[in-house]
């Protein structure tokens, strides 16, 4: 199976090469790799040309936007970016971020999911992080999602759920409507990728409201947004989150921003949501 990678990138000349250098060492190699320079002061566009030298798999597009890093929008307008540019004969379309380590046999086994179960729409490892010398598990998330960092896509699922959506939520809404169409999400805890960056690290402040809008939009409704709210604040150890993933969900409301999903998807998110919970609670 031929997989198709886009990365965007923002001022990542620390660790873009040895993403790069993950990916060029790969036992399955990548028929293109596409790294979006998204508004970048730094040396990341010499660093990618360098590579794309000795490996003409790999290309730079360059991007202008806003200096401003929202969780979302601009992320995923860059990949929409990279994306246009690429021609349609991929069978496994890949959004990665630019500050990763994979495990040479990372994207052999995504494909191999992939060739094992034809009804297997997404797959991914696991996101580790450093910590006082020691790689351990970025556990932000349940073990059955997928992290937004290294989001791989079977083609025929990717266009059924309509690309990526530039919003907060994007990495949440595409697995719920992977699932509303009858995909399986398959996640692999034998791959484990290294992340070199903590999540959100360059977030503007604005956006700790971003994630309760996201709830909004993803149709959650406020009793589940509240449990979801409290359980992420939680798991990031800052409790004073949950109140601002409130305030945004009611500003979201109050605004009537347009939902992300259907109010047919909607139903069936918060359907699946709450089911979640009851197995967590009766298991």
């Given at each position: 199976m031929n997989?198709?990678?886009?990365?965007?990138?923002?001022n990542?000349e620390?660790?873009?090469?040895?993403?790069?250098?993950?990916?060029?060492?790969?036992?399955h190699l990548?028929?293109?790799?596409v790294?979006?320079?998204?508004?970048?002061t730094?040396?990341?566009?010499?660093?990618?040309l360098?590579?794309?030298?000795?490996n003409?798999?790999?290309?730079?597009?360059?991007?202008?936007?806003s200096?401003?890093?929202?969780?979302?929008?601009?992320?995923?307008?860059?990949?929409?970016?990279?994306?246009?540019?690429?021609?349609?004969?991929?069978?496994?379309?890949?959004?990665l971020?630019a500050?990763?380590?994979?495990?040479n046999?990372?994207?052999e086994?995504?494909?191999?999911?992939?060739e094992e179960?034809?009804?297997?729409?997404?797959?991914?490892?696991?996101?580790y992080?450093?910590k006082?010398?020691?790689?351990?598990?970025?556990n932000?998330?349940d073990?059955?999602?997928?992290?937004g960092?290294?989001?791989?896509?079977r083609?025929?699922?990717?266009?059924?759920?309509?690309?990526?959506?530039?919003?907060?939520?994007?990495?949440?809404?595409d697995?719920?409507?992977?699932?509303?169409?009858?995909w399986?999400?398959?996640t692999?805890?034998t791959?484990i990728?290294?992340?070199?960056?903590?999540?959100?690290a360059?977030y503007?402040?604005?956006?700790?409201?971003?994630?309760?809008?996201?709830?909004y939009?993803l149709?959650?409704?406020?009793?589940?947004?509240?449990?979801?709210s409290a359980?992420?604040?939680?798991?990031?150890?800052?409790?004073?989150?949950f109140?601002d993933?409130?305030?945004?969900?009611?500003?979201?409301k109050?605004?009537?921003?347009p939902?992300?999903?259907?109010?047919?998807q909607?139903?069936?998110?918060?359907?699946?949501r709450?089911?979640?919970?009851?197995?967590?609670?009766?298991?």
């Amino acid at each position: 199976m031929n997989y198709y990678i886009v990365i965007p990138a923002h001022n990542e000349e620390a660790f873009i090469s040895l993403t790069l250098q993950s990916l060029i060492s790969q036992t399955h190699l990548p028929s293109k790799v596409v790294v979006v320079n998204d508004n970048s002061t730094d040396k990341t566009a010499e660093i990618v040309l360098a590579f794309a030298k000795d490996n003409p798999f790999i290309s730079l597009v360059e991007k202008k936007s806003s200096a401003i890093h929202l969780p979302g929008s601009k992320v995923i307008q860059a990949f929409q970016k990279g994306f246009e540019t690429v021609d349609d004969n991929y069978d496994i379309i890949v959004k990665l971020d630019a500050d990763l380590i994979l495990p040479n046999n990372y994207f052999e086994t995504i494909v191999q999911h992939f060739e094992e179960n034809p009804t297997t729409g997404m797959a991914g490892g696991f996101a580790y992080i450093e910590k006082n010398g020691e790689w351990i598990l970025e556990n932000l998330t349940d073990k059955d999602h997928i992290r937004g960092a290294f989001k791989a896509y079977r083609k025929a699922c990717f266009k059924q759920i309509g690309g990526l959506k530039p919003a907060m939520g994007w990495d949440t809404v595409d697995e719920l409507l992977t699932k509303y169409y009858g995909w399986k999400v398959v996640t692999d805890a034998t791959l484990i990728v290294k992340h070199l960056k903590p999540t959100g690290a360059n977030y503007n402040k604005t956006a700790r409201y971003k994630q309760g809008e996201a709830f909004y939009t993803l149709g959650y409704g406020f009793l589940i947004t509240a449990i979801a709210s409290a359980k992420l604040a939680f798991m990031k150890k800052k409790p004073l989150l949950f109140f601002d993933y409130i305030r945004g969900f009611l500003r979201a409301k109050s605004a009537k921003t347009p939902l992300l999903v259907t109010q047919v998807q909607a139903k069936f998110i918060r359907d699946y949501r709450i089911e979640k919970m009851k197995e967590k609670l009766f298991k």
